[in-house]
């Protein structure tokens, strides 16, 4: 067995090195399997219950543990602990998939995978790996990013959660703001001030389960869309945690988490692009099937012009996307790229809805089509796991070292 | 026993697809159409993974034939759990013309060179709805056949099938080898781990042409026209019922 794997990696690695942009092409065969496997599912199982899942708020349970047995819970995660043992771009064209049937679903999946398993597995110790990961790979268990506080969103760095330590033991204080999955996690990474003095390099990252003495949750929030995920304050009073459940070494935590939400960008870039497409869809099978002044609105030049703008967006941030992950699966830096992809898709998805709406009419004005909810969904892209406005910043900040002499 | 079991697989036209029929009324318009397994094949490879799970039997093989892009539709098969593939290239006028007679030529010829326990097949495919391969197969093997199967048991060298007739159920039990073909209710296809799509890259699938196995391909059918169904006219509402009774004698209904 253990030759087999050795096999296997070597492999591996020898087809990311041969891995080159003609993949933006056409995808390799294996990923077309993967995205047409994932669509199917998302137009069996998920998009006939995704307005029912908003309308009533409603966790998809059944589907997360679907979802867990063909391996999208884990994607990155190698097989040895429970994972499906893709790459970058595996977890990109299923996310788009799934967030085209369900964004709600989308936003579930991405945080687990992304958010929560990210960072343990590029940080954790292998025994971190095999207590907070594997069980967390089949859809039974999801975990959660607490990071944002009531008093800091952008401004990571001003972390007032404290965490100090009283003998075998870190106890920490403090309100975690926003956070996605909460009602529904078993697990959360958080972020906590170990020495104020130093700033942002005096975070550091804990593993804390849920539910837990000390741990407790505040009010669902009620948003606009995602609504079927769950989103809400996680407070910490005097929540005591063994000193070993310290992620990474002490004070890397800012770190943790600003490498977690770069790779983080590209998940939601592909949220924000199944939701993109999805208002594309809408749009254009109404313009087929809605007449108006004797023949379907699809042949009014105004139509037409809408849906040429909405398919060049989502195209070209599906491509910036797919550039990202495949710079990360290379090892190449993708910073930038990540960003780009982010505040590409996630602009895309608002303008897509938004126009998806203008062509059915009265008609996407009302729950009977899903354009409202695309629409309601789109908005979160820009905002979470870095605002459009942080994107400009971190694709400004790199793009400048690069022209520095 | 061999302890093999071989599936057919036929790549259709997605059932969620429009069919439209060519302007020349010789056929239905499949360039550029979503193509997918036939759903009842589905059915039936997720039968012979299930059998080859519980240890009932040993390999499961995936046949297709078609052009090259059939053997999409045996990587599907493996990425749910087949062992092989093996794709019976058949391409060009020969496809166009491929039907269940030389499909069942076929699958007899290599039932016996792979010595397979069981064949199954999907009891019929969606797009030309002949429900014959299975029958015809069995016949040219004369080997027993379980058709519309909803309930498949292995007991040693005998299989148990439950059959969905007209009246029914009926169960019959038949010794191996036999062919099978899957109904609707017979099993619910599992969507294909994404492990087991990395695992089915490294799969082999053979390639065999029709000449290799004796069969002649030649077709005894011809397809004069093919035409869309009439399209539903709109009705027409009375007022009694004598006015109803009235106009279906009008139509020469009744």
């Known amino acids: 067995m253990a030759a087999l794997f050795k096999a296997r990696k070597a492999l591996g690695l020898c087809l990311r090195g041969c891995r080159s942009l003609t993949q933006l092409a056409e995808l390799p065969e294996t990923h077309q399997l993967l995205r047409q496997t994932c669509r199917d599912y998302a137009d069996r199982e998920l998009m006939p219950i995704a307005g029912k899942l908003d309308k009533e708020h409603v966790f998809p349970a059944k589907q997360i543990h679907e979802l867990g047995a063909m391996g999208v819970m884990a994607m990155e995660v190698p097989e040895e602990l429970g994972g499906a043992g893709m790459d970058y771009l595996a977890y990109s064209l299923a996310m788009e998939e799934i967030s085209r049937g369900c964004a709600s ?22 025994e971190q790996k095999k207590q907070w ?10 975990g959660c990013f607490s990071l944002s506080e009531p008093g800091n969103g952008s401004d990571a760095g001003a972390a007032s959660t404290l965490a100090h330590q009283e003998g075998d033991q870190w106890v920490l204080n403090g309100t975690k ?16 001030t170990t020495d104020k003095k130093l700033k942002h390099k005096g975070i550091s990252a804990f593993l804390v389960p849920m539910p837990h003495p000390g741990l407790s949750l505040g009010k669902k929030e009620d948003k606009l869309g995602i609504k079927a995920s769950s989103t809400a304050n996680i407070i910490l009073e005097d929540c005591r945690i063994p000193l070993e459940n310290m992620l990474g070494p002490r004070g890397t935590g800012f770190k943790i988490a600003m490498q977690t939400l770069d790779c983080g960008r590209i998940g939601i870039a592909a949220q924000a692009l199944g939701i993109a497409q999805a208002a594309l869809d809408c749009a254009a099978d109404y313009a087929h099937k809605r007449t108006a002044f004797g023949a379907p609105i699809g042949k009014l030049q105004a139509i037409q012009f809408k849906l040429a703008d909405m398919a060049v967006a989502v195209e070209s941030a599906r491509l910036l996307t797919w550039k990202a992950a495949i710079f990360k699966d290379s090892n190449k830096p993708f910073i930038k790229e990540a960003a780009m992809a982010k505040l590409a898709a996630s602009e895309a998805a608002t303008y897509c809805s938004h ?3 203008q062509v059915l009419g009265g008609m996407g004005y009302v729950t009977d089509m899903p354009a409202e909810r ?14 459009s406005e942080i994107q400009r910043l971190v694709i400004a900040g790199q793009l400048l070292k690069e022209y520095q002499s | 026993m061999s302890g093999r079991v071989l599936v057919g697989v036929k790549r259709v036209i997605d059932y969620a697809v429009k069919i ?17 397994m036939n759903p009842f094949c589905e059915i039936a490879v997720e039968e012979a993974v299930k059998l080859k799970e519980k240890k009932l039997i040993k390999e499961v093989v995936a046949v297709s034939c078609g052009p090259q892009q059939s053997q999409e539709t045996i990587r599907t098969a493996l990425a749910m759990g087949a062992d092989r593939g093996i794709h019976v290239e058949v391409a060009g006028k020969d496809y166009e013309t491929l039907g269940p007679l030389q499909v069942s030529k076929i699958m007899a010829a290599l039932a016996k060179k792979e010595d397979a326990q069981l064949l199954i097949l999907g009891k019929q495919a969606i797009d030309d709805d002949c429900n014959q391969t299975g029958q015809m197969t069995a016949a040219l093997l004369d080997w027993p056949q379980g058709t519309f199967a909803s309930e498949v048991s292995l007991d040693g060298d005998k299989v148990k099938v439950v059959r969905e007739i007209d009246g029914g159920l009926e169960t019959i039990k038949i010794s191996t080898p036999a062919v099978l073909t899957a109904d609707l209710r017979l099993n619910t296809p599992r969507y294909a781990t994404l492990p087991n799509i990395m695992k089915a890259k490294k799969k082999k699938i053979a390639n ?33 019922v004598e006015d109803l009774v009235g106009k279906l004698k009008e139509t020469g209904r009744i």
Not at chain 2, 20 to 36: A, E, F, I, L, Y
């Open chain 1, 105 to 126: 679903t989308g936003a579930v999946v991405s945080v687990n995978n992304s958010l929560y398993i990210g960072p343990i597995l590029k940080f954790g110790t292998e």
């Open chain 1, 133 to 142: 990961i594997t069980p967390f790979t089949t859809g039974e268990k999801v």
């Open chain 1, 177 to 192: 703001a926003w956070i996605t999955n909460s009602w529904d996690a078993s697990a959360t990474v958080v972020f906590a």
């Open chain 1, 355 to 357: 126009q998806a709406i």
């Open chain 1, 374 to 387: 695309h629409y309601r969904d789109a908005r979160i892209t820009e905002i979470y796991e870095g605002t």
């Open chain 2, 20 to 36: 439209r029929v060519k302007p020349d009324n010789s056929g239905v318009v499949t360039d550029g159409v979503k193509h997918s």
């Open chain 2, 208 to 240: 065999v042409k029709p000449a290799d196995l004796g069969v002649d391909l030649t077709s005894r059918l011809e397809v004069l026209k093919v035409e869309e169904p009439p399209q539903r006219e709109a009705g027409v509402k009375v007022e009694t």
